[in-house]
């Protein structure tokens, strides 16, 4: 089963990250990387950029709208994703918990739905 | 594209076995298994053009022990570069084998390759991947392209794999033959869920995973040659035949799921359904019973109605009955609930669900919920199916599974008011 670990972030992971603390942190995080690697696990993950940079698209009534942000008036935004495959929920789980982001802000771990489907 | 479809047969048949050859000959399976698809990759370029050679599995093995020699000489260059002690590669002598070597070997090789990929040290993935490459010939792309993962991650796990079977320092040979039998269960397991990754798959993006159903068919197809007298193997084969003729008609032209029970039986394959039966019939008189056997039974008495309302429920029934002595487990007493409801009437098949309800072990699982609200919908329970049909929907991960699922709420919704 694939997963989503969507790693979410408040303002103070990233000063977090970049303190003192960094250092280890981001030593934790290349750890995991790298096991996930080895283990065949990882299919992929990407970082975004500051919430700031987003641009929040609507249309309505066949009008469009873009407008900025939003901003960090929130108290916790979607700061980037893994995905992995992993053989039990468990472990998705346990990588998650893993991740820097579980003890400074949260991770959530959601099923990537398959294309597949079983006998009816 | 003849030659090419002919060549690509026989190589695929001859890979395992120029393997075995190789790992019986030189040891180092890991690096065997890589020189051998370095030689299937040269072998299918040259082979369409220059016409298959004469002794097409001497030619394998001759350009493969080349591949391995030069990938000896550059591990030994790395570890001279390194200063540290070669003691890796076998004598200069066994490098290059003398034309007289290049025989095809008496023994088949195949069912020791086969144990040797499925050893329950790694991984069921790791098993899956070794397994289609290693025996079944296919290239690391093209398996992950089957399995929906990138080229890099299925590439990892094959090499994790074979990193495992090298630490743990296993010998080419069977499995001594007190542990033949349980590992003959991984070997067959590890089919089955080749055939299912297939056999799942809707249309659209996932054509080319369909493809894995007639690989698990071709290898189980192998093992039953090479093991004709072991019944759990012919049973995986008729199961994986039996279930493999319904495959065109359990999807619609979209993708969309359909349940047996509204499938067009005219699309069914029946030379499957004759050699799955057939199998079958000769297996059961002469083998002692397992489960495979009694799942493809199962397979056989649906495929042979001709008409859904012809189904011999109360024989499938029994069979259930059986394979739950088998090989207990809440999904097999769940399909046990739908034969029971079909044969005694759905209360009784409700009744049944109860139980395994408490039980909880099914708890949370879509299935469930999804089987319940068939039921009351049988049951004439509209509004209770309705939402069971919807729970089910949200539980599943599966959208062709949820589609369904929603499709079904909505058609009670709207018969209702």
Same mark, same amino acid.
């Given at each position: 089963?694939?997963?989503? &670990? ?57 009008? &469009? ?16 994703? &893994? ?38 | 594209?003849? *030659? ?218 192998? @093992? ?8 759990? @193997? ?97 999904? @097999? ?59 089910? *929907? ?24």
């Amino acid at each position: 089963m694939k997963y989503m &670990l969507m790693i979410y972030d408040n303002p103070g992971t990233r000063e977090a990250f970049f303190g003192e603390e960094g250092k280890v942190l981001m030593a934790e995080m290349d750890a995991l990387m790298q096991e996930l690697t080895e283990s065949g696990e990882l299919i992929g993950g990407e970082a975004l950029a500051d919430p700031s940079n987003t641009k929040t698209v609507r249309v309505r009534d066949g009008v &469009l709208a873009i407008t900025d942000g939003p901003f960090a008036e929130a108290k916790e935004h979607f700061g980037g994703y &893994l995905i992995v495959e992993c053989e039990r929920p468990e472990r998705a789980t346990e990588i998650a918990a893993r991740w820097p982001n579980a003890k400074l802000c949260a991770m959530e771990v959601r099923p990537i739905m398959e294309r597949s489907g079983g006998e009816l | 594209m003849r *030659a090419e479809a002919r060549a690509e047969d026989l190589l695929r048949r001859l890979a395992p076995q120029a393997l075995g050859a190789l790992a019986r000959r030189y040891g180092h399976f890991d690096m065997c298994e890589d020189a051998v698809q370095e030689a299937l990759l040269e072998a299918a370029i040259q082979w369409p053009v220059q016409g298959i050679p004469e002794r097409p599995q001497g030619w394998l093995i001759t350009v493969a022990s080349r591949r391995l020699t030069d990938q000896f000489r550059s591990e030994q260059a790395r570890r001279r570069r390194e200063a540290t002690v070669a003691a890796l590669a076998p004598p200069e002598a066994c490098f290059a084998p003398s034309p007289g070597e290049d025989a095809p070997p008496d023994q088949d090789d195949t069912l020791t390759v086969l144990f040797l990929c499925c050893h329950p040290a790694l991984s069921p993935a790791s098993q899956i991947a070794l397994t289609l490459r290693a025996v079944g010939g296919l290239t690391t792309a093209e398996i992950a392209r089957a399995f929906l993962v990138p080229e890099g991650t299925m590439a990892q796990r094959i090499s994790r794999a074979k990193g495992r079977i090298r630490a743990s320092g296993l010998p080419f040979s069977l499995p001594p033959e007190p542990e033949r039998a349980d590992r003959l269960r991984v070997v067959l397991h590890t089919l089955y869920l080749i055939f299912n990754e297939g056999y799942t798959a809707t249309t659209g993006p996932d054509l080319q995973r369909g493809e894995l159903t007639g690989e698990a068919i071709r290898l189980a197809r192998t @093992v039953h040659q090479l093991l004709p007298d072991d019944g759990e @193997v012919a049973g995986l084969l008729a199961l994986l035949l039996l279930t493999d003729a319904r495959r065109a008609a359990r999807t619609s032209a979209d993708g969309a799921l359909i349940p047996l029970a509204d499938q067009d039986r005219a699309r069914w394959n029946q030379a499957s359904i004759r050699e799955g039966v057939a199998l079958l019939s000769r297996t059961l008189t002469c083998a002692p019973l397992g489960p495979y056997q009694v799942q493809a039974a199962i397979a056989a008495v649906h495929d042979e109605a001709a008409r859904a309302e012809e189904t011999d429920w109360p024989q499938i029934l029994a069979l259930y009955q059986l394979l739950e002595r088998l090989s207990p487990s809440p999904i @097999v007493t769940l399909n046990r609930a739908v034969a029971v409801a079909m044969a005694r009437g759905p209360q009784a098949g409700l009744d049944l669900l109860a139980t395994l309800d408490t039980e909880g072990q099914l708890a949370g699982n879509h299935r469930l919920d999804a089987v319940r609200a068939h039921l009351l919908e049988l049951a004439g329970d509209y509004a209770a199916a309705r939402n069971r049909y919807r729970a089910a *929907a949200r539980r599943t991960t599966s959208l062709p599974e949820r589609r369904y699922l929603e499709s079904r709420a909505a058609r009670l919704a709207s018969a209702d008011e």
